[in-house]
T-cell receptor
Framework: DAGITQSPRYKITETGRQVTLMCHQT?????MFWYRQDLGHGLRLIYY???????DKGEVPDGYVVSRSKTENFPLTLESATRSQTSVYFC???????????FGPGTRLLVL | GQNIDQPTEMTATEGAIVQINCTYQ??????LFWYQQHAGEAPTFLSY??LDGLEEKGRFSSFLSRSKGYSYLLLKELQMKDSASYLC??????????WGAGTKLIIKP
């Protein structure tokens, strides 16, 4: 029962580099989400997806790109990393938009 | 704008009871969630309220008053393992979760 997994768990990169964070869920949930969590802020939604090939922007989408070619995977790409993107990134999934969201273990990203 | 307010930090004693409050102003309301997050870990679901009243689940209870834009999480018989952050989140009219910054609960022996 893997549930929802993220990789890598930790990543250090430099400004200007492209970084991809992976998210995989085994529940066949329709909805998947990407959040970032920073001290002093609540979780902030970056992008979400209602199904394969359907994605939409959240509160803070600038500088990020997502895709969802398969139901179980929802990668998040930082096209040109900036220091302000240093954060903890959580992926989550839910059966539908009204249901409880379940979170992956997170990826800690440091941009130097 | 949309806003969720909860205290930044609270301290309580092992074995005691603590109440963590959450007030909200959102565009629409489709339910309120409480999550627990231990340091360095992912948020885990605790409770969901969509109707007014108290929902009890073991040592944890959650209360909602929609007219007041208010909820609380009640933790009884506190244990050291309850030391964590507690996140309040409201689902708005677009079915997106709006999150509070979390309340860090410190349990002292």
């Amino acid at each position: 029962d893997a549930g929802i997994t993220q990789s890598p768990r930790y990543k250090i990169t430099e400004t200007g580099r492209q970084v991809t964070l992976m998210c995989h869920q085994t529940w066949s949930h329709s909805y998947m989400f990407w959040y970032r969590q920073d001290l002093g802020h609540g979780l902030r939604l970056i992008y979400y997806s209602a199904a394969a090939d359907i994605t939409d922007k959240g509160e803070v989408p600038d500088g990020y790109v997502v895709s969802r070619s398969k139901t179980e995977n929802f990668p998040l790409t930082l096209e040109s990393a900036t220091r302000s993107q240093t954060s903890v990134y959580f992926c989550a999934s839910s059966e539908n938009e009204m249901e409880t969201q379940y979170f992956g273990p997170g990826t800690r990203l440091l941009v130097l | 704008g949309q806003n969720i307010d909860q205290p930044t930090e609270m301290t309580a004693t092992e074995g005691a009871i603590v109440q963590i409050n959450c007030t909200y102003q959102t565009s629409g309301f489709n339910g309120l969630f409480w999550y627990q997050q231990h340091a360095g870990e992912a948020p885990t679901f605790l409770s969901y309220n969509v109707l007014d009243g108290l929902e009890e689940k073991g040592r944890f209870s959650s209360f909602l008053s929609r007219s007041k834009g208010y909820s609380y999480l009640l933790l009884k018989e506190l244990q050291m393992k309850d030391s964590a952050s507690y996140l309040c989140a409201v689902m708005d009219s677009n079915y997106q979760l709006i999150w509070g910054a979390g309340t860090k609960l410190i349990i002292k022996p």
